[in-house]
C-alpha cells in the first residue's frame, strides 16, 4: 500500500531540484545558511558527533537507548531513511512530525534564497534548526558521507567524536585506499575534545585515525569490551560493567554498542549501570539483522521459516553477515540460507557476497523499485553465481523471489532479504 502523502513532500521535492548533484562535499553551503538563519549550530544541547563506515546507526541507536532509559531527552538525526523521510529527525524521543518537518523545511528553503545547496545539506540544517529550539539533554549526530566536509561537520565543539568501523565505501567520494577513506572520516575530531575509536581491524585505518587525532589534538579514549558467557564485560577508566547481550543481533552490535558505553563516558549527563542494561535490552533499530515475524512477507512463508533484513551493502557488512551465517549453520545445520538480493550500481556485489556466498544455498535477486541507479536483477544474479552461489536467479520483485525459493527448499529455512538499505526501506514498507 502507497504511504499517505506528507506535507512536507512538495517541498522536499523542491529541495531536491536546488543543486544539479546529489552529493557534492563542501561546507561553505552550509556555512551561508546557517549564518542566514542565525547559527542555530551553536545553541545546540551536548552533540555526540558520529562518523564512519559500518554501525553508526547502530552506535546512535545503543546511546539513544540507553539515554532514554536513564529518563534524559534525546535529540537524533541519522540518515538515509528507510521508509519516511520524519525518520532523519527525532526531537526528544518522538520522531518530527509532518506539521512541523514542513514548516522548518519552508523556513530554510526561504532563508537560502534559491541559492545552490545540496538536498543533503538544506535537510540537514533543518534538523540543527529544529534542534536548536526544542529543549534537549543530548544531540546524536550521524553523518551522512565522510566526515571532513560532511554537512553534519559545523559543529565546532561536540562533546565527543567517535568513529565506527572503517571499510572501502563511497570510493568516488572518499578515495580508493582504506587510508584516504578514514582520513576523511577523521575529519570531525576537534581539538580537545575526546574521540572514541572502533577497534579497526584494518591497521592501516587504525594508523590513519591514530596520528590525525594526535595532530588534532584530540584525546583517545581508551575501552574495550570482552565477550563473557552469555554477554560481554565492558571497561573504560569510568566503567567496569558485565552486561548480558545487546538487544541487536549480530557478535559486531557488542562493539558497536561499546563505542556507544564509551561515548557515555564524556558527556555531562548521568547515566547509571541499571539504565545502561535496560537501554542494551530494549535498543531497536530496523533493516540490521532484524528478524521479520509479522506482516504479508513473513506470514506468506512456511510456518517453520524464519525472515530476516539487513541494509548492509559492502565488504565488511558481509564480513558480518557471514559471522552470523557460521553461527546460523552450527546451531541449526538443517535449515538453509536463501538469499534476496537486490544492490546498487556504485557498489561491488562480490566484495559483499564473497565472505557470505558459502553459507548460502540459493538466492533470488531482484532491482530496487524506484531506484534509477539500481544494479539489474540479471546483471545481480550474475555476480551472484560467479561468488559461487549456482542456485541463483533474477525475480520481478521481492515477493516472486520469495515464492520462487518456496519451492527451493522442502523442510525449514531461513530467508535473509539484504544488499541495500534502499532494498530493506521498500521491504519494511511492503510488509506493513
Same mark, same amino acid.
Given at each position: 500500500?502507497?504511504?499517505?502523502?506528507?506535507?512536507?513532500?512538495?517541498?522536499?521535492?523542491?529541495?531536491?531540484?536546488?543543486?544539479?548533484?546529489?552529493?557534492?562535499?563542501?561546507?561553505? %553551503?552550509?556555512?551561508?545558511?546557517?549564518?542566514?538563519?542565525?547559527?542555530?549550530?551553536?545553541?545546540?544541547?551536548? $552533540?555526540?558527533?558520529?562518523?564512519?563506515?559500518?554501525?553508526?546507526?547502530?552506535?546512535?541507536?545503543? *546511546?539513544?537507548?540507553?539515554?532514554?532509559?536513564?529518563?534524559?531527552?534525546?535529540? &537524533?538525526?541519522?540518515?538515509?531513511?528507510?521508509?519516511?523521510?520524519?525518520?532523519?529527525?527525532?526531537?526528544?524521543?518522538?520522531?518530527?512530525?509532518?506539521?512541523?518537518?514542513?514548516?522548518?523545511?519552508?523556513? !530554510? =528553503? @526561504?532563508?537560502?534564497?534559491?541559492?545552490?545547496?545540496?538536498?543533503?545539506?538544506?535537510?540537514?540544517?533543518?534538523?540543527?534548526?529544529?534542534?536548536?529550539?526544542?529543549?534537549?539533554?543530548? &544531540?546524536?549526530?550521524?553523518?551522512?558521507?565522510?566526515? %571532513?566536509?560532511?554537512?553534519?561537520?559545523?559543529?565546532?565543539?561536540?562533546?565527543?567524536?567517535?568513529?565506527?568501523?572503517?571499510?572501502?565505501?563511497?570510493?568516488?567520494?572518499?578515495?580508493?585506499?582504506?587510508?584516504?577513506?578514514?582520513?576523511?572520516?577523521?575529519?570531525?575530531?576537534?581539538?580537545?575534545? +575526546?574521540?572514541?575509536?572502533?577497534?579497526?581491524?584494518?591497521?592501516?585505518?587504525?594508523?590513519? *585515525?591514530?596520528?590525525?587525532?594526535?595532530?588534532?589534538?584530540?584525546?583517545?579514549?581508551?575501552?574495550?569490551?570482552?565477550?563473557?558467557?552469555?554477554?560481554?564485560?565492558?571497561? /573504560?577508566?569510568?566503567?567496569?560493567?558485565? *552486561?548480558?547481550?545487546?538487544?541487536?543481533?549480530?557478535?559486531?552490535?557488542?562493539?558497536?554498542?561499546?563505542?556507544?558505553?564509551? !561515548?557515555?563516558?564524556?558527556?555531562?549527563?548521568?547515566?547509571?549501570?541499571?539504565?545502561?542494561?535496560?537501554?542494551?535490552?530494549?535498543?531497536?533499530?530496523?533493516?540490521?539483522?532484524?528478524?521479520?515475524?509479522?506482516?504479508?512477507?513473513? =506470514?506468506?512463508?512456511?510456518?517453520?521459516?524464519?525472515?530476516?533484513?539487513?541494509?548492509?551493502?559492502?565488504? /565488511? @557488512?558481509? =564480513?558480518?553477515?557471514?559471522?552470523?551465517?557460521?553461527?546460523?549453520? =552450527?546451531?541449526?545445520?538443517?535449515?538453509?540460507?536463501?538469499? $534476496?538480493?537486490?544492490?546498487?550500481?556504485?557498489?561491488? +556485489?562480490?566484495?559483499?557476497?564473497?565472505?557470505?556466498?558459502?553459507?548460502?544455498?540459493?538466492?533470488?535477486?531482484?532491482?530496487?523499485?524506484?531506484?534509477?541507479?539500481?544494479?539489474?536483477?540479471?546483471?545481480?544474479?550474475?555476480?551472484?553465481?560467479?561468488?559461487?552461489?549456482?542456485?541463483?536467479?533474477?525475480?520481478?520483485?521481492?515477493?516472486?523471489?520469495?515464492?520462487?525459493?518456496?519451492?527451493? $527448499?522442502?523442510?525449514?529455512?531461513? &530467508?535473509?532479504? !539484504?544488499?541495500?538499505?534502499?532494498?530493506?526501506?521498500?521491504?519494511?514498507?511492503?510488509?506493513?
Amino acid at each position: 500500500m502507497p504511504l499517505a502523502e506528507s506535507l512536507a513532500d512538495p517541498v522536499l521535492d523542491r529541495l531536491k531540484g536546488l543543486h544539479p548533484k546529489v552529493i557534492d562535499l563542501s561546507l561553505d %553551503r552550509v556555512h551561508r545558511l546557517l549564518a542566514a538563519l542565525g547559527h542555530p549550530e551553536r545553541r545546540l544541547p551536548p $552533540v555526540v558527533h558520529v562518523a564512519g563506515t559500518n554501525g553508526k546507526g547502530s552506535t546512535l541507536a545503543f *546511546l539513544r537507548a540507553m539515554l532514554e532509559a536513564a529518563g534524559l531527552r534525546v535529540h &537524533v538525526y541519522t540518515s538515509p531513511h528507510l521508509v519516511r523521510f520524519h525518520e532523519r529527525i527525532r526531537l526528544a524521543g518522538t520522531l518530527i512530525d509532518d506539521d512541523r518537518l514542513a514548516a522548518l523545511l519552508e523556513e !530554510c =528553503e @526561504a532563508a537560502n534564497g534559491g541559492g545552490p545547496i545540496t538536498f543533503f545539506e538544506v535537510t540537514t540544517v533543518a534538523a540543527l534548526l529544529a534542534f536548536a529550539r526544542e529543549p534537549a539533554d543530548v &544531540v546524536l549526530l550521524e553523518t551522512g558521507l565522510g566526515g %571532513r566536509l560532511d554537512a553534519t561537520n559545523v559543529v565546532d565543539r561536540p562533546a565527543v567524536t567517535a568513529i565506527t568501523r572503517i571499510s572501502y565505501d563511497h570510493r568516488q567520494f572518499l578515495g580508493d585506499t582504506l587510508e584516504a577513506i578514514a582520513g576523511e572520516k577523521a575529519g570531525i575530531f576537534k581539538p580537545g575534545v +575526546p574521540a572514541v575509536i572502533f577497534p579497526q581491524p584494518a591497521e592501516e585505518a587504525a594508523r590513519t *585515525l591514530a596520528i590525525r587525532a594526535e595532530t588534532v589534538g584530540a584525546p583517545v579514549h581508551g575501552w574495550s569490551v570482552t565477550p563473557t558467557e552469555g554477554g560481554f564485560r565492558f571497561e /573504560s577508566a569510568r566503567r567496569r560493567i558485565d *552486561l548480558p547481550l545487546p538487544g541487536l543481533a549480530g557478535a559486531h552490535q557488542i562493539v558497536n554498542a561499546g563505542v556507544a558505553l564509551a !561515548c557515555l563516558d564524556h558527556l555531562p549527563v548521568k547515566v547509571d549501570d541499571a539504565a545502561v542494561r535496560r537501554g542494551l535490552a530494549a535498543v531497536e533499530w530496523p533493516a540490521r539483522l532484524q528478524r521479520l515475524t509479522r506482516g504479508p512477507l513473513a =506470514e506468506g512463508l512456511p510456518a517453520d521459516w524464519e525472515l530476516w533484513l539487513d541494509g548492509g551493502h559492502n565488504d /565488511s @557488512a558481509g =564480513e558480518v553477515l557471514a559471522v552470523q551465517a557460521a553461527r546460523w549453520a =552450527e546451531e541449526e545445520p538443517e535449515r538453509p540460507l536463501l538469499l $534476496v538480493y537486490g544492490m546498487l550500481a556504485s557498489k561491488e +556485489p562480490r566484495e559483499f557476497l564473497g565472505p557470505l556466498a558459502p553459507f548460502v544455498t540459493a538466492a533470488r535477486t531482484v532491482a530496487i523499485p524506484g531506484e534509477e541507479a539500481s544494479l539489474t536483477a540479471a546483471d545481480t544474479a550474475a555476480a551472484t553465481r560467479a561468488c559461487g552461489i549456482a542456485d541463483s536467479a533474477a525475480a520481478a520483485d521481492v515477493v516472486g523471489a520469495l515464492d520462487d525459493l518456496k519451492g527451493r $527448499v522442502d523442510g525449514p529455512a531461513r &530467508v535473509l532479504i !539484504c544488499g541495500s538499505l534502499y532494498l530493506a526501506g521498500t521491504v519494511l514498507a511492503e510488509n506493513g
